[in-house]
């Protein structure tokens, strides 16, 4: 079946970076885009970025430009998001999800969701 | 950029009645790249439906989309207890995507 699991929580101090990965099974994983969403505590959801698996071509949301750095691991059917020079505010759960694909069509949604990766930034 | 508004911020209902959840946005918006999503607390959002009308899989009837230009709705018939949870909007538009702020349905 198909999954999407990722990292472990992490601790990091102001100004720091931070790595999250996220491992994928059970479909082609060069096939589907690749999302990263962020939901602060109590707040909503917030898109950081899309990873393109198969030529890794990356698309991130204005905000996170010059911070945050997709990548990804055809060998291991890994992606991975980098966030560096981290503030309070980026403490967050930190979510991947698979884009919806059908009929060799794109749809704009994300269907597979990873179970989140926890990051404080904390001194 | 387009924004995504949703209202109301909270309802709250019976099981069995009818939740209407809108999302607006600030330009007109593709009917094809509207997306709600459920979340429940702890969980990682469940995505409902997708190019506005068009249910996920597993996703029962009970829940419908609807909506085009600056109006979007999500409708939740014959609400159950384990309907209670935040739902999203988002829109995919200019490249970005983008995420109402949620609205919370409440079960009595």
């Known amino acids: 079946q198909v999954q999407v699991v990722q990292s472990g929580a992490e601790v990091r101090e102001p100004g720091a970076s931070v790595k999250v990965s996220c491992t994928t099974s059970?479909?082609?994983?060069?096939?589907?885009?690749m999302q990263w969403v962020r939901q602060a505590p109590g707040q909503g959801l917030e898109w950081m970025g899309t990873?393109?698996?198969?030529?890794?071509?990356?698309n991130y949301a204005h905000k996170f430009r010059g911070r945050v750095t997709m990548t990804r691991d055809t060998s291991t059917s890994t992606v991975y998001m980098e966030l560096s020079s981290l503030r309070s505010d980026d403490t967050a759960v930190y979510y991947c999800a698979r884009e919806l694909r059908g009929d060799g069509h794109n749809y704009c949604a994300f269907d597979i969701w990873g179970q989140g990766t926890m990051v404080t930034v904390s001194s | 950029e387009v924004v995504l508004t949703q209202s109301p911020g909270t309802l709250s209902l019976s099981p069995g009645e009818r939740a209407t959840l809108s999302c607006r946005a600030t330009?007109?918006?593709?009917?094809?790249?509207l997306a709600w999503y459920q979340q429940k607390p702890g969980q990682a959002p469940r995505l409902l439906i997708y190019d506005t009308s068009s249910r996920a899989t597993g996703i029962p009837d009970r829940f419908s989309g609807s909506g085009s230009g600056t109006d979007f709705t999500l409708t939740l018939s014959r609400l159950e207890p384990e309907d209670s949870a935040v739902y999203y909007c988002q829109y995919f538009g200019s490249s970005q995507y983008t995420f109402g702020q949620g609205t919370k349905l409440e079960i009595k």
């Open positions: 059970g479909y082609t994983f060069t096939t589907y885009y």
């Open positions: 990873i393109t698996p198969s030529g890794g071509a990356t």
């Open positions: 330009q007109s918006a593709s009917s094809y790249y």
